[in-house]
Nanobody, 124 residues
Framework: HVRLVESGGGSVQAGGSLRLACVLS???????IGWFRQAPGKEREAVAA???????SYVDSVKGRFTISQDNAKNTLYLQMNSLKPEDTSMYSC???????????????????WGQGTVVIVSS
């Protein structure tokens, strides 16, 4: 049984940085892990994903600014967010989906396990 717990959210001014962490527990081999976000009144959207082989993918709006990485020794997934913009303000959640590749972790319909989320607020 996979469990995900996020941390690292907070408030930052535009142009600043934050690093989110997602601690994984349970048997998550063969899963991809993704970061999603949902702003008030908006649909949940994918942000970035990493598969079991370490391959990463990003949505266009965060390419060049966000980096997803995994520290297997610490069972932790990170999302380094640089050059933050007010439109990045959201509840960020990590999620896991079984299967090869990371495409399932770029579509909110597929992940089977979700963390509780952490809030990021970017002020202008």
């Amino acid at each position: 049984h996979v469990r995900l717990v996020e941390s690292g959210g907070g408030s930052v001014q535009a142009g600043g940085s934050l690093r989110l962490a997602c601690v994984l527990s349970g048997s998550y081999g063969g899963y991809c892990i993704g970061w999603f976000r949902q702003a008030p009144g908006k649909e949940r959207e994918a942000v970035a994903a990493i598969d079991s082989l370490g391959r990463t993918s990003y949505v266009d709006s965060v390419k060049g600014r966000f980096t997803i990485s995994q520290d297997n020794a610490k069972n932790t997934l990170y999302l380094q967010m640089n050059s933050l913009k007010p439109e990045d303000t959201s509840m960020y959640s990590c999620a896991a989906a079984r299967g090869d590749g990371n495409w399932r972790c770029l579509d909110h319909r597929y992940p089977e396990v979700w963390g509780q989320g952490t809030v990021v607020i970017v002020s202008s």
